[in-house]
């Protein structure tokens, strides 16, 4: 168990609609990342936040969005989903200094049909 | 930009043998760390070792060695004594360090080991 926190495990929706996806950062982690798996893209990072504040954005559409807040837990909003947004999401956090590792959540798997 | 190649897709091992999975990286940051993460069959990402770049001896955990190059610009992983359970997909990954609240991770394509009782 790495510490870090996200729910749902599963989520199943249909194209069009919107889903919020949950994150909670290891105890002390100021660094929350976002990354997309999919199959034909890989492991990509979507986007960062470094105590509330966004720090890095990667590769996230201009339909996804995600937030930081006080108490340092994170969501990450898809909308207008689209077939090619079915993906394994992971939330990752780290300490936020220093080269450590980051740590990463079990993932929630989104399923657009 | 930074850049992870993982150049085999798949290996097969032996149980009980060792394996070495490959890894080059690019970047012209100095200072960089460099990690393996393992992704089973249930999805979770596993974090399994890591290498600084100034970090003069070789990072090992347990059974997980890295193979540090720094001229070469490789990271490769060594298993010892494979188990069955160490059938995964293995990622590569790099980050660099240049301002506080560190930097996302870039990853390799992944090799998928097969361990062979």
């Known amino acids: 168990d790495s510490g870090v926190t996200q729910t749902p495990k599963h989520l199943i929706t249909a194209t069009g609609q919107r889903v919020t996806l949950r994150c909670s950062p290891r105890?002390?982690?100021?660094?929350v990342y976002w990354y997309q798996q999919s199959l034909d893209q890989g492991l990509q990072f979507l986007i960062q936040?470094?105590?509330?504040?966004?720090?890095a954005k990667g590769n996230i559409l201009e339909r996804f969005s995600a937030q930081q807040f006080p108490d340092l837990h994170s969501e990450l909003n898809l909308s207008s989903l689209e077939l090619g947004d079915s993906a394994l999401y992971f939330c990752?956090?780290?300490?936020?200094?220093?080269?450590?590792?980051?740590?990463f959540g079990p993932g929630t798997r989104l399923t657009v049909t | 930009a930074q850049k992870i190649t993982q150049t085999q897709p798949g290996m097969f091992v032996q149980e009980k043998e060792a394996v070495t999975l490959d890894c080059t990286y690019d970047?012209?940051?100095?200072?960089?760390?460099l990690f393996w993460y393992k992704q089973p069959s249930s999805g979770e990402m596993i974090f399994l070792i890591y290498?600084?770049?100034?970090?003069?001896q070789n990072a090992t955990e347990g059974r997980y060695s890295l193979n540090f190059q720094k001229a070469r610009k490789s990271a490769n992983l060594v298993i010892s004594a494979s188990q069955l359970g160490d059938s995964a997909m293995y990622f590569c990954?790099?980050?660099?360090?240049?301002?506080?609240?560190?930097?996302?991770?870039?990853f390799g394509k992944g090799t998928r080991l097969s361990v062979i009782a």
């Open positions: 970047t012209s940051d100095q200072s960089y760390g």
């Open positions: 990954a790099m980050r660099t360090a240049i301002v506080e609240g560190n930097t996302p991770l870039v």
């Open positions: 105890s002390g982690d100021l660094s």
């Open positions: 990752a956090s780290s300490v936020g200094s220093g080269l450590g590792e980051q740590y």
């Open positions: 936040y470094y105590n509330g504040e966004e720090r």
């Open positions: 290498q600084g770049s100034y970090d003069e």
